[in-house]
């Protein structure tokens, strides 16, 4: 038996426009669009992918998963990604080298400190 990594599920209150926010902060393409569902790829035929899906309860707790982004400069990246719309947040985290932001609807995200060359 194997396993393939289809895709990660993000509940969202509205998932198209959830969805495009992460499509323009990843730069992936739009692979599935409905009213309830939103799905982002990399490519059309690169998996993993990101599904949005139509809920109705506000996220109330943080995260039990989150995802991890590891820039070449983390400084600009997220100055990008808080122009697109991200914000800042203290999770508890303290001092970290890496910055925790949350996407429009509140979802937790990382971005890590670039990868050391040595």
Known sequence: MSLEWEQTSVDAHDPVSLGRWWQRAL????????????????????????????VPED??????????FRPDDQIREVERLLALGASKIDIGQGEQPWIVLADPEGNEFCVLNARSTS
């Open 27 to 54: 730069g992936w393409v739009v692979v599935d669009e409905g009213s309830d569902v939103f799905e982002i790829r990399p490519t059309s035929d690169r998996l993993p992918g990101l599904l949005f899906i139509r």
């Open 59 to 68: 996220k109330s707790v943080k995260n039990r998963l989150h995802l991890d």
